[in-house]
T-cell receptor, first 110, second 113 residues
């Protein structure tokens, strides 16, 4: 059983459209990370959020950590083909080991 | 500044064999964690090493063992390989002060036949 549930599992959109990926849990996390992974490569860190209600922006990507620190979302504005990849959320509790969601595969069509 | 490096990149073994995977952490990092990622799934935590000791362990059998060296590099050993051990093995490093944030290497793809 995954500690973190990601939705949707797959997302295919046209270039220029917006998308949102959700990461939900019944557990409270001290921090939450979002990663993007290309096939056959390791996950690349996008952002770390640590405060409930925190919103971080990274160019066209907006990350939000829920007030109760149990959920998070990733919103991409005006998606580009370069945004294609597997998006993973990972939560850390006091023991610092990361618990990952199963991932959301995003495909942006040109 | 080199990031996390892992070797080898790919490996093919047969059932019952043993394998050793290696990881060098990012410069300035002293903590190494290992993860197993099966196809189509998120990474699963195996264990974490700090100060040459195993500090945390996930739900993996004793066939999975590790080591951390004084220079902070680490090895993952898997004995008596099973077909189900086929996966991408990822190493992540972090610094004590910011251990929440882990940086991943490119992984080692292990295929057990």
């Amino acid at each position: 059983t995954q500690l973190l549930e990601q939705s949707p599992q797959f997302l295919s959109i046209q270039e220029g459209e917006n998308l949102t990926v959700y990461c939900n849990s019944s557990s409270v996390f001290s921090s939450l990370q979002w990663y993007r992974q290309e096939p056959g490569e390791g996950p690349v860190l996008l952002v770390t959020v640590v405060t409930g209600g925190e919103v971080k922006k990274l160019k066209r990507l907006t990350f939000q950590f829920g007030d109760a620190r149990k959920d998070s979302s990733l919103h991409i504005t005006a998606a580009q083909p370069g945004d294609t990849g597997l998006y993973l959320c990972a939560g850390a509790r006091d023991d610092y080991k990361l618990s990952f969601g199963a991932g959301t595969t995003v495909t942006v069509r040109a | 500044d080199a990031g996390v490096t892992q070797s080898p990149t790919h490996l093919i073994k047969t059932r019952g064999q043993q394998v050793t995977l290696r990881c060098s952490p990012k410069s300035g990092h002293d903590t190494v964690s290992w993860y197993q990622q099966a196809l189509g799934q998120g990474p699963q935590f195996i264990f974490q090493y700090y100060e040459e000791e195993e500090r945390q362990r996930g739900n993996f059998p004793d066939r999975f063992s590790g080591h951390q060296f004084p220079n902070y590099s680490s090895e993952l050993n898997v004995n008596a390989l099973l077909l189900g051990d086929s996966a991408l093995y990822l190493c992540a490093s972090s610094a004590l002060a910011g251990r929440r944030t882990q940086y991943f290497g490119p992984g080692t793809r292990l295929l057990v036949l």
